[in-house]
């Protein structure tokens, strides 16, 4: 009984968000051609921040107004899958959980690139046990260079686990990036004093604050001089137990669907075509 009770209440979990992927997918095709940052493309990189004790799903969401395939990979990690998608309907991949970031301040190779065909729109969810959440992915061609975090504040009472968080992913080699974080780090920055980290593609680079306590929201994550201008690379923003992430220009509103929609604004969409 409790098993049969288990698997309805998952089914339903996913009948759930799969039904307001579809109605989101409706939303965005109606306004891409007014958008200024497109969200459907055939590239795209993103990242899994921490989720609490460690995500127990992480999951690709691949939409797609007409028939294509292509592939969901960690370059980095060795692991690759392929993938199909019908006309006006959605895929859901299995990624493995080593994609999943933890702690801050490290350099890993767990960048997760999806590449089609024809154009789709990418969303990832995180899951485990009391969180489960979900983010729109920006093609690699609407990425920025700049960024302002925009974060949650941790979550105090849970023994210092859920702190703030944000997470930058390489989308080139040669990404050189400066970050001002807003608050002081777990791994040791101080706030409003700027530090550099070199990272080459599919490489990630994942923050938490200090303490649960404080917020990075505000932190400034920028493309050094050197790194230039060609170099986009990926932001999300967040908290260990929930996070949501959606880079767009600054002139222009988030449009994120998860609720309470945070993450990270792109201040300068990159020019060059990567």
């Known amino acids: 009984m409790f098993s049969q009770l288990s698997y309805r209440t998952d089914m339903n979990r996913w009948r759930s968000l799969i039904l307001t992927v579809l109605t989101l997918l409706s ?12 969200t459907r493309g055939k590239r795209f990189w993103t990242g899994f921040m921490q989720n609490g004790f460690g995500a127990q799903s992480l999951k690709v969401h691949i939409l797609s107004r007409s028939a294509t395939s292509g592939t969901v990979s960690l370059p980095l990690n060795g692991w690759t899958t392929n993938f199909t998608v019908s006309a006006n309907n959605v895929t859901v991949i299995d990624v493995p959980t080593i994609a999943e ?6 350099i890993l190779p767990k960048g997760v690139l999806i590449q089609s065909t024809d154009s789709i729109n990418v969303f990832i969810s995180s899951f485990q046990n009391f969180t489960h959440d979900a983010s729109q992915v920006l093609p690699e061609s609407s990425l920025g260079n700049t960024y302002r975090v925009d974060a949650y504040q941790g979550l105090p009472n849970f023994n210092n686990l859920h702190k703030s968080e944000f997470l930058v992913v390489a989308t080139q080699d040669g990404t050189q990036i400066r970050i001002t974080p807003s608050v002081n780090t777990l791994s040791g920055q101080s706030a409003n004093v700027p530090f550099i980290v070199d990272l080459n593609a599919g490489q990630s680079y994942q923050i938490q604050a ?7 929201t505000g932190t400034l994550v920028e493309a050094t001089v050197e790194s ?8 999300l923003g967040g908290c260990v137990p929930r996070y949501t992430v959606l880079a767009t220009p600054a002139t222009r509103s988030s449009n994120s669907w998860c609720p309470s929609p945070r993450g990270a604004r792109a201040t300068t969409p990159h020019p060059c075509t990567v």
């Open 228 to 235: 230039g201008t060609c170099r986009p690379f990926v932001v």
């Open 101 to 106: 970031n933890s702690g801050s301040g490290n």
């Open 27 to 38: 939303t965005v095709a109606s306004a891409q051609e007014s958008t200024v940052i497109a």
């Open 210 to 216: 200090a303490t649960d306590q404080l917020d990075l």
